[in-house]
């Protein structure tokens, strides 16, 4: 039976090795109910069975680079856990560019061109807005950061979401291609190659659109999921 003490022993440990979170509590279960079984089984007091459960974690546990452009470190199963939600992010992130280019593609076929050119006017309008909606949910971020730092709850982006979006909009305005990407894209479905715009202009510029729109929603999706942390941090206190 792990004893109140023993249990902060437990905890102590935890922290030291930067676990937080879910996380945090998943191990803790894990660790107590491990040494439980030690002591039950193999007859060893607590101090021996816990010495034993943190040599079983101690690849799980052992501290390793928190991503290429940062010297923090953080656990190598945090690490493999954040870099599957980084990957998940980034499919879905071209999930959405993919569906919002063939949405694109098909409302070519189904509007005459005013129409089509007056919805993406409203379409451009709401991206206008996006590098203040981007800004605005990083100042939350680091807001949650500097109200829980003490919770060490780890941000693991592998490239940060403010960075992405700077340099993708760096890139977006450096790159010579037609930017009204939904006029080339209507006036080549319906009008085939013309003047400037060939097949090659159209498929390097629909290739580009796609890279653009992902790595916008990377961006979003990436401090969205850090926001959402700390809410669940937020519910558990």
């Known amino acids: 039976m792990i004893t109140f003490f023993q249990e902060r022993e437990i905890e ?13 509590t998943e191990i803790k279960d894990h660790m107590v109910s491990q040494i439980t079984d030690i002591q039950n089984y193999k007859n060893l007091n607590f101090e021996e069975s816990f010495e034993a459960t943190k040599a079983y974690w101690s690849k799980d546990l052992a501290l390793v680079r928190k991503n290429i452009f940062s010297r923090q ?9 954040d870099r599957t939600t980084n990957r998940n992010l980034f499919l879905k992130s071209l999930l959405c560019a993919l569906l919002f280019v063939g949405f694109e593609i098909i409302l070519t076929f189904v509007l005459n061109e005013n129409l089509y050119v007056d919805l993406y ?6 991206f206008f807005f996006l590098p203040f909606a981007i800004v605005g949910m990083y100042i939350r971020q680091k807001s949650l950061e500097n ?8 941000i693991n982006n592998f490239v ?38 060939t097949a090659s202009v159209f498929t390097k510029s629909l290739l580009a659109g796609i890279l653009f729109f992902t790595l916008y929603s990377f961006s979003y999706f990436s401090l969205n999921e850090n926001i959402r942390r700390f809410k669940r941090l ?3 206190l």
């Open 12 to 24: 102590k440990y935890l922290t030291e090795k930067k676990i937080s979170g879910e996380l945090f």
């Open 73 to 81: 470190k953080i656990t190598k199963i945090a690490y493999k856990m």
């Open 121 to 126: 006017k409203i379409i451009k309008v709401l």
């Open 147 to 154: 109200k829980y730092y003490r919770k060490n709850i780890m």
């Open 160 to 197: 940060h979401p403010l960075f992405v979006f700077v340099f993708t909009v760096f890139v977006d305005n450096l790159v010579d291609l037609p930017k009204n990407s939904y006029i080339l894209i209507y006036n080549f479905i319906n009008f085939g190659s013309q003047g400037e715009i």
């Open 234 to 236: 937020q519910k558990t």
